[in-house]
C-alpha cells in the first residue's frame, strides 16, 4: 500500500472522528439558535432606543440564514474539513453575539486556552472562576464589535478603524451608552467612510 494514501485515510478517519465525539456545529444546533436570535431580535424591534443595535445585527441574520441554508442542503460541507472549522467559529461568533444581547460577558478570544472548536480547557475555567472581578476586560469592545460585524457583512465596508477607535474614545463612548448617543454615533461612523444609509 502507498504509505501516503494510508496516512489521508487515517487523517480522514481521525476527523470524522472528532465530528462524531466533539460537541462542534450541527444543523440542529443552529436552527435552534437562529430560532431564539430571532426571538431576540424581535424583542429589539420592539424598543426604538435599540433602533443602532437592530440595524447593525441584520447582516448577522442574512448571513446565518444563508449559511444555515447551505449546511442543510449540502452535507458535504459540514464533512470538509475547512469548512467544519469556519462552521465551529461560526458558532462561536454566534454564542458570542446572543452573550451580548443578553447582557452577559464573553470569553476572551485571545486567551490561549482557547480550543479551535469553541470550548475551553480546565485551565481557562480555573481562570475565569478566579478572575471575576476581571470581567468586563474579557468583553468585547465596540470597535471589535463594529469591526467583527462589518466582516460578516455581504458588503464589507472599507472604514477608518483608527479614527474610528480615537474618536469613541474621546467621545466616551461605548457599548454601555452607545444607544444614548445614537445621533453622536452615527456622526462619528460617517466621518469614518461608513455610507450615511449604513451609518444609521
Known sequence: LNPLVVDNSKQHFLFIFNMATTDTYSTKKHSTWFKNFMI??????????KELIFNILLPVRKMNDDIYNLTSEYPEFIENKESFTFLNQLEIFNDNIMKILN????????????????????????NNNNNNENTNEAEISLPELIQLLVATD????????????????????????????????????????????RAE
Open 103 to 126: 447582557e452577559q460577558p464573553i470569553e476572551n478570544n485571545n486567551n490561549s486556552d482557547k480550543l479551535q472548536n469553541g470550548h475551553t480547557s480546565s485551565n481557562e475555567q480555573n
Open 40 to 49: 431576540k431580535m424581535d424583542e429589539i424591534e420592539q424598543v426604538s432606543s
Open 154 to 197: 455581504i458588503r464589507p465596508i472599507e472604514y477608518d478603524q483608527e479614527l474610528l477607535i480615537n474618536s469613541l474614545i474621546s467621545s466616551g463612548i461605548t457599548n454601555s451608552n452607545v444607544v444614548e448617543n445614537k445621533q453622536k454615533m452615527i456622526s462619528i461612523l460617517e466621518d469614518c467612510r461608513f455610507p450615511k444609509n
